[in-house]
């Protein structure tokens, strides 16, 4: 599981052509989960 945190002006979601969700000026996370992941991992790395 690997989670990156960048700050942003403005970001979006796009979908089949399809803006889904978009922000201004905040922080972006992208989260990556792995088929053996846990609940119990992804408490720890929030932790952090």
Request: with cysteine; net charge positive.
């Amino acid at each position: 599981m690997k989670f990156v945190i960048q700050r942003v002006q403005e970001a979006s979601v796009t979908v089949d052509q399809t803006c889904i969700g978009q922000i201004h000026k905040g922080f972006l996370v992208l989260i990556g989960i792995g088929k053996d992941d846990t609940r119990e991992i992804a408490d720890q790395l929030i932790k952090r």
